[in-house]
């Protein structure tokens, strides 16, 4: 069965940058498009990438995505932090096995 | 703007059954593939089922196949998730989404508290 590993939890001071990783757990990571969520505390995660690496309107071009190959990996990168950007992220992909999975999420602490 | 609004929830005990609602408004429900994903308390997403546009196809997860069953009424505008033989480990919020068309979950309600204990 497909799964999808982030790390449990990462930290980084405001106005920097971090990257937050997904590693596939099998087939290709090409195979099927990567989604990136945010979660804040209390309600219904959000859209931040779709589609890999593309924005929804309204998401800040502060948030790109990107996936490689070599590792068979997605990561969502967030530059400029801000204590806004504090919350729970989750990537989630799919495959005809597993369907929809999505990853066991990251939450981001903004120092 | 797009509505889900899920309802049903409850407290059950183990063994128990309980049948919950999505009603969707502002948009052509008909034209959309729909979901079910919970959270428990303090974890991460988990996605448990998927019903196409017509109803005639639908997935599960492991977690949950053979003890869920997912359903729709196009007329009605509501998904609907009947649970029975419901565990400890079922409790959980429970969200119905989505599935937009750039393939991902667009639009969430803000979920039904199940909580099966006894």
């Known amino acids: 069965n497909l799964s999808l590993t982030q790390p449990h939890s990462v930290s980084e001071s405001l106005g920097k940058t971090v990257t937050i990783s997904c590693i596939r757990s099998s087939g290709s990571i090409d195979s099927s498009y990567v989604q990136w969520y945010q979660q804040r505390p209390g309600s219904f995660p959000t859209t931040v990438i779709y589609e890999n690496n593309q924005r929804p309107s309204g998401v800040p071009p502060r948030f790109s995505g990107s996936v490689d190959s070599s590792s068979n990996s997605a990561s969502l990168i967030i530059s400029g932090l801000k204590t806004e950007d504090e919350a729970d992220y989750y990537c989630q992909s799919y495959d005809t096995t597993s369907h929809w999975v999505f990853g066991g999420g990251t939450k981001l602490t903004v120092l | 703007e797009v509505q889900l609004v899920e309802s049903g929830g409850g407290l059950v005990p183990p063994g128990g059954s309980l049948r919950l609602s999505c009603a969707a408004s502002q948009f052509t429900f008909k034209n959309y593939e729909m979901h079910w994903v919970r959270q428990a308390p303090g974890k991460g997403l988990e996605w448990i089922s998927y019903?196409?546009?017509?109803?005639?196809?639908?997935y599960y997860a492991d977690s949950v196949k053979g003890r869920f069953t997912i359903s729709r009424d196009n007329a009605k505008n509501s998904m609907y998730l009947q649970m029975t033989s419901l565990r400890a480990d079922d409790t959980a919020l429970y969200f119905c989404a989505r599935l937009g068309y750039k393939n991902n979950f667009d639009f969430w309600g803000q979920g039904t508290l199940v909580t099966v204990s006894s």
């Open positions: 019903i196409s546009t017509g109803g005639e196809t639908v």
